[in-house]
């Protein structure tokens, strides 16, 4: 078993504070498993409802009669199975004095779970569970958990194939089945298809015409695709920073494979040496410490960026803090060197800092406010500029 502790503290401490928590996340993330652990050290009575379970399911025909009266903590796992429940649970959290508190786990964004259901602003509080992070697994795994993703399944399995075989039945049900649920008409292998195509275009920017072009399709129908993906949390959507400067700045979003394990299956990569012969080596690697960063680091996905300029600068990762600005770089080298793109992301963009993420063992200053950290070492070197931390 990983230790995700962490993970059980956070969403108790919302617990404390919130009538209603929500965690989310993608298929097959763990959040079940986060909800027994929560469960199995609460201090009182604890009542579980798996609306994929229809016994369950049947429980809850009259949700106000079977909610009204229990006490202490209520579970409801996978609930935009059943979005009508949403009012009952806006009424259940409004009691002075209530008597119980709800832990509700989705597959889908806030946005998404809310479509066809009443909101519940102001009465819950979300979070958002990923997959396993290198300071969980350990940092002797970071080849492992860059080839096989941070999906519990896939990470734990016997060997790469297993690994592999857990991803595409994963990709196949979650086309098939999990999709369809959220009411959504698109054929399994349309969006296959299109999920593939995406794949190849890992760490490049949107560009919805020329998309639309290969997938033979107008650019509202990819468009529509795209943000129905990133609300399953499967594809991470980088939005892009634009500054108040005398240059063409890029505007639209950089795309990526939320999972590289995903990304992976997705590009027929088995293991460690087909992806080191691939193309996607360096997209995959950039997307892989992008996402290691952010989590070491402790930052929200709301204060990321990335930034580019039609002349050609670019910066990998821009971070955000008020009037505080922090620039990432990702190499997939041993020894990275400082490039003039470098030079002009940090005088354009006032960084405090500019940290060159590179595939080498060694932490060491390239130029001024820049420095080359070894992504093996970034538990001990990478500590945010003030003002970020």
Not at 73 to 80: A, S, T
Request: net charge positive; hydrophobic share 40%; aromatic share 8%.
């Amino acid at each position: 078993m990983i230790d995700r502790q962490n993970e059980v503290r956070h969403a108790k401490r919302l617990l404390r504070d919130h009538r209603v928590v929500g965690v989310i996340g993608a298929r097959q993330i763990g959040k079940t498993t986060l909800a027994r652990q929560i469960s199995k050290h609460w201090k009182g009575r604890t009542t579980y409802f798996d609306l994929e379970d229809p016994e369950d399911l049947g429980r809850l025909s009259d949700p106000l009669l079977a909610l009204r009266d229990l006490r202490g903590l209520i579970i409801i796992d996978e609930i935009q199975r059943y979005p009508d429940i949403f009012p009952i649970l806006r009424v259940l959290a409004d009691r002075p004095r209530a008597p119980a508190k709800f832990l509700i786990l989705g597959s889908a964004s806030p946005h998404l779970l809310r479509q066809s259901s009443e909101s519940l602003a102001g009465r819950i509080a979300y979070h958002e569970l990923k997959g396993f992070s290198i300071q969980e697994v350990g940092f002797q795994e970071l080849k492992r958990l860059w080839v096989r993703g941070t999906f519990p399944r896939s990470f734990l399995a016997r060997t790469n194939r297993v690994s592999m075989e857990w991803r595409k039945e994963f990709l196949r049900t979650f086309l098939e089945r999990d999709v369809p649920q959220f009411g959504i008409q698109i054929p399994a292998a349309a969006l296959r298809r299109f999920w593939t195509i995406l794949a190849h275009y890992h760490g490049q920017v949107w560009n919805a015409s020329e998309f639309a072009r290969s997938f033979g399709v107008s650019d509202t129908t990819v468009r529509r695709y795209l943000d129905l993906l990133s609300s399953l949390f499967v594809v991470r959507l980088l939005p892009p920073f634009h500054a108040n400067l005398r240059k063409r700045q890029v505007k639209a979003p950089k795309i990526y494979i939320a999972d590289t394990g995903l990304l992976h299956a997705l590009l027929e990569i088995a293991d460690q040496r087909d992806l080191e012969r691939h193309p996607k080596l360096g997209a995959s690697w950039e997307s892989y410490a992008l996402e290691t960063v952010i989590r070491q680091a402790g930052i929200r996905s709301e204060q990321c960026y990335f930034w580019a300029t039609h002349a050609g600068a670019e910066l990998d990762l821009l971070i955000i803090r008020g009037q505080h600005r922090w620039g990432i770089e990702f190499k997939h080298s041993s020894a990275p060197a400082v490039t003039r793109s470098m030079h002009n992301a940090l005088e354009d963009l006032k960084l405090r800092r500019l940290d060159v993420i590179h595939a080498g063992d060694y932490t060491y200053p390239l130029a001024k406010g820049i420095q080359a950290v070894a992504l093996s070492r970034i538990q001990k070197d990478l500590l945010p500029p003030p003002g970020l931390r």
